[in-house]
């Protein structure tokens, strides 16, 4: 079965300063990888998804995540940080033999200081 | 992306009694989960509900005591049963959608707070 690990429990940066929240995952083939957020009280907004193709993506609020296959790994990265991406963070796993059930990772709580 | 919403946005609770909660999406979706979130903890999946069938159960979640519903391809309840304190939790549904020939892109509805005295 697939797994997620998110290292890190929690991240403190400066407001713009550069981010880097790391994923790694456990599964035999390629899976579909996913980066959501959850804000204080609210539910899960997608940040961005890999399926195939271009290693490096991009998503929404200035985030861009790259999938390293050789290390099992989908890193998410902002290259300036705003005090409005505190929240915790979320990667997951999807894979079509497991009927694309997502698997999610611990959570990454972000937060910004200024 | 989709537009979900789910009712009661929070309830509070007594003990042994049971809550249902809907989830209202936007558009016809292939398949709806529900997920359950205890405090500070990730996200655990519950359940596929399956349209026109019964719903499909993770290890440790029975329908007994989370029986869940899905008339059609826009709706599904979830049903929290015999609540004890334990229970105190987010409760999310989620939809899936097909992109690019592919079913692979799940979006959240804003969740359920549920909080059992």
């Known amino acids: 079965a697939q797994s997620v690990t998110q290292p890190d429990i929690h991240i403190t940066v400066s407001e713009g300063a550069s981010l880097e929240l790391r994923c790694n995952y456990s599964?035999?083939?390629?899976?579909?990888l996913f980066w959501y957020v959850q804000s204080p009280g609210q539910g899960l907004q997608l940040l961005l998804k890999?399926?195939?193709?271009?290693?490096l993506v991009q998503g929404i609020k200035g985030f861009e995540a790259e999938f390293k296959r050789s290390q099992s790994s989908f890193n998410l990265r902002k290259p300036s940080v705003h005090w409005s991406d505190a929240a915790e963070y979320f990667c997951?796993?999807?894979?079509?033999?497991?009927?694309?059930?997502?698997?999610f990772g611990a959570g990454t709580i972000l937060r910004v200081k200024s | 992306s989709a537009v979900i919403s789910q009712k009661p946005s929070r309830d509070i609770c007594q003990r042994g009694t049971s809550l249902t909660i809907q989830c209202q999406v936007d558009?016809?979706?292939?398949?709806m989960f529900w997920y359950r979130q205890q405090p500070g903890q990730s996200l655990t999946l519950i359940a596929t509900a399956n349209q026109g069938s019964e719903a499909t159960y993770e290890s440790g979640f029975v329908i007994d005591k989370f029986p869940i519903s899905r008339p059609n391809l826009t709706f599904s309840t979830l049903t929290v049963s015999n609540m004890s304190p334990e229970d105190s939790s987010i409760y999310l549904c989620s939809a899936q959608y097909t992109s690019g020939g592919i079913v692979n892109t799940q979006y959240f509805g804003p969740g359920t707070r549920l909080t059992v005295l």
């Open positions: 558009s016809q979706v292939t398949m």
């Open positions: 599964y035999g083939a390629t899976p579909y």
């Open positions: 890999y399926f195939s193709g271009d290693t």
């Open positions: 997951a796993v999807g894979t079509s033999e497991y009927g694309n059930k997502l698997v």
